[in-house]
């Protein structure tokens, strides 16, 4: 296929979506589709300088948010360059990846695939602080994109059925064009199998909460857990916090912190590696997650997720497969009891490890997404008329 890459932000950046944004490319350039990104688009400065007003009156006046990202003046510039990119090429269809603000204003007769892992209706309810004190004009805003988005595409694919059914029900998107594929790993290589084994070298129960919000993803929780298996278990364990930096009161001898790698580099790659191959789990117990894409990475190394039922978490992480999924209002001694339980029985805990890489490899790739891409693309949008068509 010739596919037109639909994304405002730089899609070679990996920062932007979590990478998601970037593997997703590189996937379907592996399978031998041709790739053209439209993107990145920059705003000019009288737009950035009157959405930025828009936000410093808002927060005044109102006391609230105003969320420029999801503002209509944003879709509407970035439709017209699009549009401008488009002319005169020919593609077989539209990829959009988390483009709800690329695709409000988009005129095109071009098959759209439209791609995300949630709807605004869900994040904005859901407990993301960027979310807390938005204007409700925002949010007028931010549904009327994805409104329009959803009904311009061909196809929708999600990577839950939280996500999915959201779709359908609060913006009433025909079953027949919603789709579910589980995300792949972030990662560039694919560690070598033998490598999940590596671990049981490792005598101290090693923990990693790999994030970069410490509230949003359970920080706390994660802390109390460490806590419980030493002083309430006796387990010498060990919790290696990457991503973030906790509160200034949060802090214990067993506790590792690393405030940021960049996989860009090779000293900070192989450093990724290392600390993966010898953590025993993943713990991330998230308050709010559309996909845990860092379950995804771990699995990749025959880490099991220990987690939170929320979200499209349970799409991701299978209890007793690839980790396990605790209620929402599990505490963390629910956690340490779990991990400890698991962790002693050494037959239980080497049979986790080999199938939380198995359902890496059948599952949670990108080369596996790839194929329902294509799969989707021929069975349900190369056969039908294009969904949108030029007036």
């Not at 972030?186 to 970069?212: G, S």
């Not at 590792?256 to 990724?272: A, G």
């Not at 949670?364 to 008329?385: C, D, G, H, M, R």
Request: hydrophobic content about 40%.
């Amino acid at each position: 296929m010739r596919i037109a890459y639909l994304a405002l932000n730089d899609p070679l950046d990996k920062k932007s979506w979590s990478g998601t944004t970037y593997y997703i490319a590189k996937a379907l350039q592996k399978n031998g589709n041709e790739v053209d990104y439209l993107g990145p688009i920059k705003p000019p400065k009288w737009l950035d300088k009157t959405l930025r007003a828009i936000a410093k009156a808002t927060r005044i006046i109102f006391r609230k948010e105003y969320i420029t990202k999801y503002s209509l003046l944003l879709s509407w510039y970035s439709a017209k360059q699009f549009t401008k990119k488009l002319k005169g090429k020919k593609y077989d269809c539209i990829c959009a990846p988390a483009a709800s603000v690329e695709l409000g204003f988009l005129k095109t007769n071009l098959p759209v695939i439209y791609i995300t892992d949630a709807t605004f209706e869900l994040v904005s309810n859901y407990d993301y602080s960027e979310f807390n004190k938005m204007f409700w004009f925002s949010k007028l805003e931010g549904n009327l994109l994805e409104k329009n988005a959803l009904k311009k595409s061909s196809a929708v694919i999600y990577p839950s059925i939280w996500a999915a059914e959201s779709a359908i029900k609060d913006y009433h998107i025909a079953n027949n064009k919603v789709f579910i594929a589980p995300f792949g790993a972030n990662i560039d290589m694919i560690p070598d199998r033998q490598i999940i084994y590596k671990k049981l070298e490792n005598k101290q129960l090693t923990l990693l909460f790999l994030a970069v919000d410490w509230d949003r993803k359970g920080g706390s929780i994660a802390f109390d857990v460490l806590k419980y298996l030493i002083y309430t278990h006796g387990v010498q364990a060990k919790l290696i916090v990457c991503g973030c930096v906790p509160p200034s009161h949060i802090a214990h001898p067993n506790m590792e912190v690393i405030p940021f790698l960049d996989k860009n580099k090779k000293e900070d790659y192989d450093r990724f590696v290392s600390i993966m191959s010898s953590a025993h789990f993943l713990l991330v117990p998230t308050r709010a997650d559309c996909s845990l894409l860092v379950g995804c990475e771990a699995n990749a190394y025959g880490v099991p997720a220990i987690t939170t039922e929320t979200g499209g978490v349970p799409e991701i992480v299978k209890d007793g497969v690839n980790g396990y999924c605790l209620p929402y209002s599990a505490p963390g001694s629910t956690y340490a009891a779990l991990i400890n339980e698991l962790f002693i029985n050494e037959e239980k805990y080497q049979q986790l490890v080999a199938s939380s890489r198995q359902r890496f490899e059948e599952h949670l790739n990108w080369q596996k997404w790839t194929e329902s891409f294509t799969e989707i693309y021929e069975n349900s949008v190369a056969k039908k008329e294009p969904a949108i068509s030029l007036n």
